[in-house]
């Protein structure tokens, strides 16, 4: 059973940074996709960034891309999301979600194993 957990959350003004931090522990694999998703109050869970376990193939939400990068580093079993000129539209809890396989995905169900998630809170 694998366990997300995220960290790195917190209240910025509009156009700073933050990068957050999902470590995986449990039976990860190569063959995993790894993924962030947020969801705002009133709002349902979206689809943020994803990046597959094996290669650094990654894509993005269109309200994200260009100013959010997923990255991961395998020797540490750690997904980043880095996140840039932020806007008080991003505030959000950001959950990080794994999926046993690699075809894409954007759909919340299709995920199998969730963080608690962490707040990120954009003051303007």
């Known amino acids: 059973q694998e366990q997300l957990v995220e960290s790195g959350g917190g209240l910025v003004q509009a156009g700073d940074s933050l990068r957050l931090s999902c470590v995986v522990s449990?039976?990860?694999?190569?063959?995993?996709?790894m993924a962030w998703f947020r969801q705002a109050p009133g709002q349902e869970r979206a689809f943020v960034a994803a990046?597959?376990?094996?290669?650094?193939?990654?894509y993005y939400s269109d309200s994200v891309k260009g100013r959010f990068t997923i990255s991961r580093d395998n020797a540490k079993n750690t997904v980043y999301l880095q996140m840039n000129s932020l806007k008080p539209e991003d505030t959000a809890v950001y959950y990080c979600?794994?999926?046993?396989?690699?075809?894409?995905?954007?759909?919340?169900?299709?995920?199998?194993?969730w963080g608690q998630g962490t707040q990120v809170t954009v003051s303007s």
């Open positions: 449990g039976r990860t694999g190569s063959r995993y996709t």
């Open positions: 990046i597959r376990w094996d290669i650094r193939t990654t």
């Open positions: 979600a794994a999926r046993r396989t690699l075809t894409r995905s954007t759909t919340t169900s299709e995920y199998d194993y």
